[in-house]
């Protein structure tokens, strides 16, 4: 019986060790088969989760294109991290293989992994401008909603760098644009009430001094402008030929200004001139009267 002791120890530790090792396999065969990516994962792979898309057609959309293995493991953990109501419709860039529960995560956490678009909207910009700029940056951007929302907001979209999502839709957009504007004017909404002015008065003057100024010739430009009102003359600038037709400030803005131009209605410079032009090089040339006008168009123009 002493003898035959190490024996049976020996063969129970074996037993053990077999069982343990095919523990092992199973698990890794298990993981294998279900939670690792396909082997002809295709790296840097982008798809795009549609609004709507429901839990099994995702799970079949995923499993055609290499980026799981088992549709069910996906939906389970799409579940557990809370719910068919959990799918965010994105972009989503699969840039190396993953496991199931980790792409079920991205997924319901809207982790994208794509490098935001960079969007400039110059100082100036129309609506139509706008939309034409986003469009050609943006999968999803319909210009002809986009133009419908802002059909009043000329003028309230504020031109500046903004990142978006590639398929980001043309509500983000006019949300960012919009808010941007908001907290601007905001910022100078005493500065405003100080120089007796209406919002949208020097929104529109603003939109104006835009579009005839070619440098740091704003505040000049803006005293000008503000004089001609005071004094009962058209405007007459030729970035709105409105105002050749009537008195007045058009009766909205003529395109979307950035900051240095509402800081110049706002704070126009005082001058003795009510005529300028710009020459060939862009620069500028003031005049007092009629006179001195014609004669700068003479000599700079001509």
Do not use: C
């Not at 800081?263 to 410079?269: F, K, S």
């Not at 003031?286 to 000599?299: D, G």
Request: aromatic share 12%; no cysteine; net charge neutral.
């Amino acid at each position: 019986m002493e003898e035959q002791l190490p024996k049976s120890i020996f063969n129970i530790e074996k037993k053990f060790l077999v069982y343990i090792l095919s523990g092992v396999f199973i698990i890794w065969l298990f993981y294998f088969l279900i939670f690792s990516a396909p082997m002809a994962f295709n790296k840097e792979q982008i798809i795009n989760v549609k609004t709507g898309t429901s839990l099994r057609a995702l799970s079949f959309q995923l499993k055609n294109a290499g980026i799981i293995r088992s549709r069910v493991a996906f939906e389970s953990f799409i579940i557990l991290y809370g719910g068919e109501k959990r799918i965010i419709p994105a972009d989503y860039l699969f840039e190396s293989r993953l496991p199931v529960f980790e792409v079920a995560r991205r997924i319901a956490k809207g982790e994208r992994n794509l490098a935001p678009v960079r969007v400039t909207v110059p100082e100036g910009f129309t609506i139509l401008e706008i939309a034409d700029l986003a469009a050609s940056k943006l999968s999803n951007f319909n210009k002809e909603l986009f133009l419908e929302k802002t059909k009043d907001k000329e003028g309230y979209l504020f031109p500046d760098t903004y990142f978006f999502f590639s398929d980001d839709a043309e509500d983000v957009v006019i949300k960012a644009l919009f808010d941007n504007f908001r907290k601007k004017i905001d910022s100078v909404k005493e500065d405003i009430i100080n120089a007796h002015k209406t919002e949208k008065d020097i929104v529109i003057m603003a939109s104006l001094i835009e579009g005839e100024a070619k440098g740091d010739d704003r505040a000049l430009i803006s005293g000008v402008l503000w004089r001609r009102l005071s004094i009962g003359m058209a405007l007459q600038v030729d970035v709105a030929p409105v105002t050749y037709e009537k008195r007045g400030l058009p009766d909205s803005p003529i395109g979307n200004p950035g900051m240095l131009s509402i800081m110049a209605a706002i704070n126009p410079e005082k001058s003795p001139y009510l005529y300028y032009l710009h020459d060939k090089n862009g620069d500028i040339h003031f005049a007092k009267n009629f006179e001195e006008h014609k004669a700068n168009v003479l000599k700079y123009l001509k």
